[in-house]
């Protein structure tokens, strides 16, 4: 078993193109969820419930962190 669970990395697509890694150009990635915490809340230990999260996609090749938030549809 891999990282984060997953038995191996995998290729990822951002808005119909593969993505390549900014710093190596590396094309496997590890995907992840990340809670967004804000000031307020860290302070008073209630980060869990802002409930904003993003998606980490994490370089195979050298762990640079790839942050995407959700699209809010207008």
């Known amino acids: 078993m891999g990282?984060?669970?997953k038995a191996e990395a995998?290729?990822?697509?951002v808005l119909g193109?593969?993505?390549r890694c900014e710093v190596c150009?590396?094309?496997k990635f590890w995907?992840?969820?990340a809670n967004l915490h804000?000031?307020?809340s860290a302070f008073f230990d209630v980060e869990w419930l802002t409930g904003?999260?993003?998606t980490c996609i994490i370089?195979?090749?050298c762990g640079y962190i790839h942050w995407f938030m959700p699209v809010q549809e207008a």
């Open 38 to 40: 804000g000031a307020v």
């Open 17 to 19: 193109r593969a993505l």
């Open 31 to 33: 995907r992840q969820t």
């Open 3 to 5: 990282l984060f669970g």
């Open 59 to 61: 370089c195979e090749r």
């Open 52 to 54: 904003r999260k993003a």
């Open 25 to 27: 150009h590396h094309t």
């Open 10 to 13: 995998e290729s990822v697509d």
